[in-house]
């Protein structure tokens, strides 16, 4: 799958509609869950991309059964097979990490490699060890491996030192079978991790305060199987909804949650944007002239880094200066040097981007180096002058399901032409 070309022809007007698929962070925590019960969980709503495909295996590896159908996977852990989640299936995907927790809570054992996924700068999950370690997990490194062992994890008040989002759905997780109660404070409010509560407490699990800073996990004996459907993907409907604000440009985008996106919404209206919302559907048209923006990426509610690099795209069309500051991760602005090859003119000072508005694009070849750089570049071939030719673009197909073929249907000049 690593060796995929994209070709793109731009400056073909996008129009019609666009349907949301489910949400790959929610689906990834989501399959981890499937460690905590000997009964099958049956997931509806799924993102076939390629992350999604790499977690099943994996779960697969340890000792799952079950099948992927039709956007929907059905999978059971009746017994662990072996603890070893593979150094491949880790570098591939950072949300192995996500299986420490369950593991450790219903098997006792667990040997997950160092987690990789995009390279974007630095994603610690001391977090997620020190507050095992405080239920009474011992973890130690052992090579290219975590290593984590314990009896029956303990019910602990433990605050977050940061927001971290796979941190709290680790310790969300290993706390619905530890012994006792467990009070989390400062715990990520991202609707992933509203969706898992919901899983979980699908599962049987005893969970209070979902949604807010503090949740109250009260440990049960065991767990059980369940039917859920994940929420919409809010960063592919961000993209699309982006998109949609280009010059000539008139989409609907379907099957979304609008208050998952309010920061989006705040600051392309405050662009100039042409947005029409209703319940469960955005309505775009591009045209009119778009002031610069002042944007800095935030911890949900705020605007979501995962979105960062698509904006500065469209920012680089609109009026006057455009800053965008990033305060997630310490090296994302991988895409700024392929945007300019394009013919942008986005200078990286410190923490923060500075687009120069209104540049005239035109086709190049690029290297995409990233998940979300990768949608970032599609966005810039389809109003650049020209072809426009992305390499290394199997990263797209991570966390976009069938985004070229959305977009042909949407209007665009898109194929891959190596794969």
């Known amino acids: 799958m690593q060796n995929i070309t994209i070709s793109i022809r731009g400056g073909k007007p996008l129009r019609g509609n666009v349907a949301i698929s489910g949400a790959k962070n929610a689906t990834l925590p989501e399959l981890a869950a499937v460690c905590l019960s000997a009964e ?29 159908g039709d956007n929907s996977i059905r999978v059971a852990m009746p017994v662990l097979r072996s603890p070893l989640v593979s150094l491949q299936t880790a570098r591939t995907t950072r949300a192995s ?13 667990a040997k997950v490699s160092f987690p990789g996924g995009c390279p974007i700068g630095e994603r610690k999950i001391n977090f997620h060890l020190q507050g095992l370690e405080r239920m009474g997990a011992e973890i130690h490194a052992e090579d290219e491996y975590i290593v984590a062992r314990c009896r029956r994890l303990k019910g602990i008040e433990y605050d977050f030192p940061g927001k971290t989002v796979t941190g709290t759905e680790n310790l969300l997780m290993a706390a619905t079978l530890a012994e006792g ?46 039917s859920h459907r994940v929420i919409p993907d809010r960063i592919e409907a961000g993209t699309y909804l982006i998109a949609g604000c280009f010059a000539g ?90 945007l300019n090859r394009l013919g942008a003119e986005i200078k990286i000072e410190g923490d923060t981007a500075v687009i120069k508005g209104q540049a005239r694009l035109r086709g ?56």
């Open 249 to 338: 440009n008139d989409i609907h985008v379907l099957g979304v949650e609008p208050e998952h996106l309010g920061s989006l919404l705040e600051i392309l209206r405050g662009m100039g944007a042409d947005i029409t919302v209703s319940a469960r559907e955005f309505h775009i048209k591009g045209g009119k002239s778009l002031a610069p923006a002042e944007v800095t990426t935030s911890p949900y509610p705020g605007f979501p880094t995962d979105l960062q690099a698509q904006l500065t795209t469209l920012l680089t069309q609109a009026s006057g200066v455009s800053r965008v500051r990033e305060t997630i991760f310490n090296d994302r602005f991988h895409h700024a040097g392929e």
């Open 40 to 68: 099958t969980i049956e997931f509806l709503n799924v993102p076939l991309v390629e992350d999604v495909k790499v977690m099943h295996a994996a779960l697969g590896e340890i000792g799952a059964q079950g099948e992927i």
């Open 364 to 419: 190049a070849a690029l290297k995409t180096t990233d998940l979300r750089a990768s949608a970032a570049l599609v966005l810039g071939g389809l109003i650049a002058e020209g072809k426009t030719i992305i390499q290394n673009s199997y990263q797209l197909f991570r966390g976009y399901e069938n985004m070229p073929d959305k977009l042909q249907k949407l209007g665009a000049d898109i194929k891959i032409i190596q794969g």
């Open 97 to 109: 990490v996500l299986l420490l927790g369950p593991l450790l809570a219903r098997h006792g054992y």
């Open 181 to 226: 109660t467990t009070v989390l404070g400062n715990c990520a409010l991202e609707p992933e991790v509203t969706d898992l509560i919901d899983l979980l407490k699908e599962m049987g699990a005893d969970i209070s305060g979902s949604g807010s800073e503090t949740i109250v996990v009260r440990g049960q004996t065991g767990l059980h199987g369940a």
